[in-house]
C-alpha cells in the first residue's frame, strides 16, 4: 500500500493541511528578511572624512571643504550621511576605504553559516524528526539573531550573524518537507508554491519594514520578531506521518492520521487506519536503520540524482541572488528596487502554479533559467546610461530567477524517496547557499571588467538550465518512500512506475 492511499481516504488536502500551511508561512516570512538584511545593514551611506578639527582659525581656516577633503588625511574618522540611514555597519564600525570588503563579507559569513546549517538540520531532522528540529530552529535561530543585534564589535557581530544563518536555515529546510508529506499529489504543486510565496510576501514586506526603521540593530530585531509567533504555533504542528512510519514509529503515526481525519471531517475512516495496514506501507527495508548523507551516494542511481540536483540548486542560487544583491547597481532608489525585486515574483510564482501541471516540473525550471540567462545577457550590451531600462530588465529576470527556485523546492523533494529526503533538502540546500555565499564576491568582480559578474551570472544560469534537462519529470507521480524505488529500475522508470493521477 501506499501512504497516498491513506492520504486520499482522510483528504490529502483539508483543513489539517491548511493548518499546517500556515503555521509554516508564518515562520518562514522571517527567512527573506534575514537573506536580504545585507543589503541595508550593511550599505554605504554618502562620507567623507571628519574635518571638524581644521575649524580651529588655524592656517585651514580660509579654504573650502572641498579643498579641506583634499589636503586632510581622513585621520579623525569619517562623517556620514544620515539621510536614508540613520546607523549602518559602516557607519557603527567605519568600514570603507580599506575596510569596505567587510561589508561583503558579512553576506558571506551569514551564507557561509546557512549553508553548513542545512546540512546539519537535513541530517538532524531525517534522524529525529521533522517537527522537534522545526522547534530548534525556531528558539535558536531567534537567540542568536537578537544577540546580533547588540554586538559591540565587527567581529562579534559576524560571529553572531554566522550562528544566525546556521541556525535560521532548518525552518526553510524541514517546512518544506513537512508540508510536501503531508499533501496528495494533486495538490502538492500548490502547496510548494504557497510556501514560495511566503518568500514573496516576506521580501515585499521587508522593503516596506527598512524604509521605516534605517537603524541596523532595530531592523535586525523587527525582521526576527515574528518568530516569537512562529513558537507560539509551533504546539500546532504535527510531525510527519511519512517519517514516522518509514522509521517504524507506526503508533506515533496513527495517532496524527487520526488528528488529520478528525479535523478534515473524515471519520468515517479512521477504521482503516490501523497498525496493521500501516505496517504495510514500509516492507523494503528494516526500519530500524539509520540513514545518512552518505546515502546520497552509495547507490548509482541516487548518486546521479544527488549530482544533478546540487548542480542545479548551486546555478539557481548564484543567479537568483547574484541578481537580488545588486540593488544599488542601477543608480536607482534602494527601496523601491527592493520593492520591485520582491513584486514581481508573484506573477512569476502564479505563471509557475499554471505551468507546473501545463508542461511539468522539468521544462519549468529549465525554461525559467534560460530565460534568466537571456535577462542578463541583454543587461550586457544594453548601455550604462539607460539606468531605468537595465533596471526594468533586471526585474525579469529576478522574476525569471524566482521562478526557477520556487520550482525547483518542489522538484526537489518529489525526486528524493522518504527516508532520505530530509538529507537530500539539506543538500541541496548546502549547495543553493554555496551559490548564495559566491553571489557577493561574483559582484566585486566588477573591479576587473564591469560586465564580468553580469557574464558570470550569465553561464551559471545556462549551465543550470542544460544540468536541470537530465531530470526526471515528477508531475503526477507517487512520492518514491523507499531506496529500493529508485534504484530498482532507474530514476525514470521507478518514477513512471508509481500510480499516476489523472
Request: glycine fraction near 6%; aromatic fraction near 12%.
Amino acid at each position: 500500500m501506499k501512504f497516498e492511499n491513506i492520504l486520499a481516504d482522510i483528504d490529502g488536502f483539508g483543513r489539517f493541511q491548511i493548518m499546517i500551511i500556515v503555521i509554516s508561512f508564518i515562520g518562514r516570512f522571517t527567512l527573506p528578511c534575514h537573506f536580504m538584511l545585507n543589503n541595508f545593514v550593511a550599505a554605504v551611506p554618502s562620507h567623507h572624512c571628519d574635518i571638524s578639527s581644521l575649524d580651529d582659525g588655524g592656517f585651514f581656516s580660509s579654504l573650502s571643504e572641498t579643498e579641506r577633503l583634499i589636503v586632510m588625511p581622513c585621520q579623525n574618522g569619517w562623517v556620514y550621511d544620515n539621510t536614508t540611514f540613520k546607523s549602518t555597519l559602516t557607519s557603527q564600525w567605519d568600514l570603507v576605504c580599506d575596510k569596505k570588503g567587510k561589508n561583503k563579507a558579512t553576506a558571506t559569513i551569514f551564507f557561509v553559516g546557512v549553508m553548513f546549517g542545512a546540512v546539519t538540520f537535513g541530517s538532524l531532522s531525517d534522524r529525529f524528526g521533522r517537527r522537534i528540529m522545526l522547534l530548534v530552529s525556531y528558539m535558536s535561530g531567534m537567540l542568536f539573531a537578537i544577540a546580533s543585534a547588540f554586538s559591540t564589535s565587527y567581529l562579534m557581530f559576524a560571529v553572531l550573524r554566522f550562528f544566525t544563518g546556521f541556525c535560521i536555515t532548518g525552518i526553510v529546510i524541514v517546512s518544506a518537507v513537512l508540508s510536501v508529506e503531508w499533501v496528495d499529489i494533486k495538490h502538492r504543486k500548490l502547496v510548494g508554491v504557497i510556501d514560495s510565496l511566503s518568500w514573496t510576501f516576506g521580501n515585499t514586506l521587508f522593503a516596506a519594514i527598512a524604509y521605516f526603521v534605517n537603524d541596523w540593530r532595530w531592523l535586525i530585531l523587527s525582521v526576527t520578531s515574528p518568530l516569537i509567533l512562529a513558537i507560539i504555533t509551533w504546539r500546532w504542528m504535527p510531525e510527519s506521518a511519512r517519517w514516522l512510519i518509514a522509521n517504524g514509529k507506526l503508533k506515533e503515526a496513527q495517532m496524527y492520521l487520526k488528528k488529520c481525519a478528525k479535523m478534515n471531517r473524515t471519520e468515517d475512516s479512521i477504521q482503516i487506519l490501523n497498525i496493521e495496514t500501516l505496517a504495510t506501507i514500509v516492507v523494503t527495508e528494516k526500519r530500524d536503520r539509520t540513514y545518512s548523507y552518505l546515502d546520497l551516494i552509495r547507490t548509482p542511481n541516487i548518486r546521479k540524482l544527488a549530482l544533478r540536483t546540487g548542480v542545479v540548486w548551486f546555478c539557481v542560487a548564484t543567479a537568483f541572488y547574484g541578481i537580488s544583491f545588486n540593488l544599488t547597481g542601477f543608480g536607482l532608489n534602494i527601496y523601491l528596487t527592493q520593492f520591485a525585486y520582491a513584486s514581481i515574483e508573484l506573477p512569476a510564482k502564479v505563471a509557475v502554479y499554471y505551468l507546473l501541471d501545463k508542461i511539468g516540473r522539468r521544462r519549468t525550471v529549465v525554461g525559467a533559467l534560460l530565460m534568466t540567462a537571456a535577462c542578463l545577457g541583454i543587461n550586457i550590451v544594453i548601455p550604462k546610461d539607460m539606468s531605468v531600462v537595465r533596471t526594468v530588465v533586471s526585474v525579469l529576470g529576478k522574476g525569471c530567477s524566482a521562478a526557477s527556485f520556487g520550482t525547483i523546492v518542489l522538484y526537489s523533494s518529489e525526486l528524493y524517496p522518504t527516508v532520505i529526503r530530509q538529507n537530500s533538502m539539506g543538500y541541496n540546500s548546502f549547495m543553493a547557499r554555496l551559490g548564495v555565499a559566491v553571489a557577493p564576491l561574483i559582484l566585486l568582480l566588477d573591479e576587473v571588467w564591469k560586465e564580468l559578474p553580469q557574464v558570470v551570472l550569465f553561464s551559471m544560469a545556462v549551465l543550470g538550465g542544460i544540468v536541470a534537462r537530465a531530470l526526471p519529470e515528477t508531475r503526477n507521480r507517487c512520492l518514491p518512500e523507499m531506496i529500493e524505488d529508485i534504484e530498482s529500475s532507474g530514476i525514470e522508470k521507478s518514477l513512471e512506475k508509481s500510480v499516476e493521477i489523472k
